[in-house]
């Protein structure tokens, strides 16, 4: 069982963000990665609609033979974890914005979470902030577009360097000191945001957070790979493959799947 591949699935490509982490610091692990592409945004679905296309996402990766799933997409995340979790036997790793540390280290006692709307709105989301930015002003920004211009391989352009500062003026205004990248798209976005934000204002992204517990999941049931042989490593999109390359820099073995 330890030599199955671990399973990631995103809504698209964003979800490579927490894939890099995971083979980075796992990186004899063998791992099938999922770009449902064709599908995005998720954010913009009802919580039935994402869960059926998240059903489907970690059917496919279960009958490749993986021993766990990441679900590296916070809409699926906060709208169907639980359900995966009640009906399939393998453990799950799943990625929610990251409120608390920037809830617990803020001055300013404002803090900023851009994410889907998907996630915004979701039960999972609310409970967490309830919890954890007591007595903080929390600006939450839906990041409409976004998706789609990263889908299409609009990374670096006016269009979304515009998205981006209509989203952060109220931010701004309020003074936050931690931005919260609420879905796996944005880290892509860190060095155009880092040109745009005071130097104050931190960026908090849960990739390597979510690779850390993967791995502690994986050794505390000893599922971790004990061969040493090059792992196999392969990802697929029912979409765009070249974005997909573009974000893997080419480092990868990436395939079109009609899915
Ligand atoms: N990458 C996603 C997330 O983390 C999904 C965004 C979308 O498809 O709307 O939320």
């Known amino acids: 069982m330890s030599n199955k591949p671990i399973g990631i699935f995103d809504s698209g490509v964003g979800g490579t963000s927490i894939f890099k982490e995971v083979h980075m610091l796992l990186p004899n692990e063998n791992m099938i990665y ?3 592409s064709k599908n995005a945004p998720y954010g913009n679905k009802s ?11 970690t ?5 490749k033979g993986c021993k766990i799933i990441v679900v590296a997409c916070n ?14 036997d393998v453990p799950f790793i799943g990625i929610e914005p990251a409120i608390k540390p920037a809830a617990l280290n803020t001055k300013t006692k404002a803090i900023g979470i851009l994410a889907t709307k998907g996630t915004l709105s979701s039960q999972l989301f609310h409970k967490t902030s309830d919890l954890y930015a007591n007595g903080i002003k929390v600006i939450e920004q839906v990041g409409e577009g976004i998706v789609p211009l990263i889908e299409s391989g ?7 360097k515009d998205l981006l500062q209509m989203y952060l ?11 919260v990248l609420g879905c796996t798209h944005y880290p892509y976005l860190i ?7 005071p130097k104050e204002v931190k960026i908090i992204d849960s990739g390597l957070a979510v690779a850390k517990q993967t791995k502690a999941i994986l050794h505390s049931q000893n599922l971790l790979n004990s061969e040493i042989n090059k792992p196999s490593i392969k990802l697929y999109s029912n979409r765009n493959v070249e974005v997909l390359d573009a974000l893997l820099e080419g480092k990868f073995e990436t395939a079109y799947l009609d899915f």
Not at 59 to 63: G, R, S, V
Not at 191 to 197: F, G, N, V
């Open 191 to 197: 060095p155009m945001l880092e040109t745009m934000l």
């Open 154 to 160: 609009q990374l670096h352009t006016n269009q979304m």
């Open 47 to 57: 919580e039935e609609e994402i869960r059926n296309l998240s059903i489907k996402n």
């Open 34 to 36: 999922l770009a449902d």
């Open 59 to 63: 059917e496919f990766l279960l009958e």
């Open 75 to 88: 809409t699926a995340t906060t709208n169907a974890i639980s359900y995966l979790r009640e009906t399939y």
């Open 169 to 179: 003026e109220p931010m701004l205004k309020a003074n936050i000191d931690y931005l």
